[in-house]
């Protein structure tokens, strides 16, 4: 074995991605909760670099959408951090729990 | 062993390591830590991977970015016991179990692909400059090669094509998304006396 091959990196994005979903269903802080949406992007990005790397008609393609898979998680954490502050503002709290309105 | 290998292992033991301490940590200021180190974790692997602008990217937007936000959202919200919200044993078994499903079956799907064992000789990812010339519409990005794993009558060679348009869409959604996040996280006038 002299190079790594697709299958590693595979792997390693099936497991970002688990772990990004068990911290979206486990954590009670929200922004724990889009920290787990990040790690199931970088996931997915993973494994379009690699799917670029590795097959010849998408060298392109997989790097274009890993950078807008990128701008579109920077648009993603910034509406959800607003609705988080919201919240915040109006309840005192950020425990998904409790969370049954946003407004007062 | 080669050295390509042994950066591989480094690197993906660091960003899993890295994640798991991102689910098991209690404290959100420590998962914030965690994070930074996966998404730096990434970025190594794109660069192990070739594929030089996302990993840049990756480093900029995400790490400086992103996580910035993030960091923000954590020390706007986090004081006294909202720091740690203990989590149910029961939550902790489904979320775990739904996790550890997912990933047996990724893993068993990624196994069964028949991959490659290595890159094709002699072809490095596009660069910086091929990657913008695409996105702006002005070279051809249609694949060199057939499109693999597809059935054969399907893999037609695409026609010339450009990312422009996806390219101005992302431009303008972004914008219209930080308008809103300003509209929606902007300074309340209290009404109430």
């Known amino acids: 074995m002299t190079e790594v091959g697709l299958t590693p990196f595979l792997i390693l994005g099936a497991f970002l991605f688990a772990c990004g979903v068990t911290c979206v269903t486990v954590k009670r802080n929200a922004v724990g909760v889009l ?15 690699a799917f670029a790397r ?3 008609a998408f060298r392109l393609d997989g790097q274009v959408f890993a950078l807008m898979v990128v ?3 920077a648009a993603e954490a910034a509406v959800a951090l607003a609705i988080v502050l919201n919240f915040y503002n109006n309840h005192a709290t950020v425990d998904v729990d409790e969370a049954k309105q946003l407004k007062e | 062993m080669s050295l390509s290998v042994i950066l591989f292992v480094v690197v993906a033991t660091a960003t899993a390591v ?6 098991a940590s209690r404290n959100v200021v420590r998962m914030a830590v965690w994070l930074l180190f996966t998404l730096i ?3 190594l692997l794109y660069f192990l991977l070739g594929a030089e602008f996302a990993g840049a990217a990756q480093l900029i937007v995400y790490v400086g970015g992103t996580l910035v936000l993030v960091v923000f959202g954590v020390m706007l919200t986090a004081h006294g016991p909202l720091r740690e919200l203990r989590t149910k044993k029961g939550e902790w078994l489904v979320g775990g179990a739904l996790g550890g499903a997912l990933f047996a079956l990724l893993v068993a799907m990624s ?3 028949g991959s490659p064992a290595t890159a094709p000789e002699g072809d490095a990812l596009p660069g910086t400059g091929q990657l913008g010339l695409a996105f702006l519409g002005v070279s051809d990005t249609a694949p060199d090669g057939p499109i693999t794993g597809v059935p054969a009558d399907k893999a ?3 026609t010339r094509a450009s990312y422009l348009l996806p390219f101005e869409i992302v431009s303008v959604h972004l914008l219209v998304v930080l308008v809103g996040a300003a509209y929606l996280a902007r300074a309340k006038r209290r009404v109430n006396p």
């Open chain 1, 54 to 56: 590795f097959n010849p």
């Open chain 2, 111 to 113: 196994l069964q692909l």
């Open chain 2, 41 to 43: 974790g990434v970025a």
């Open chain 1, 71 to 73: 701008v579109l998680a």
């Open chain 2, 156 to 158: 037609t060679r695409r």
């Open chain 2, 18 to 23: 890295s994640a798991v301490g991102v689910v």
């Open chain 1, 35 to 49: 920290m787990g949406v990040e790690l199931i992007l970088n996931a997915a990005n993973v494994n379009l670099v």
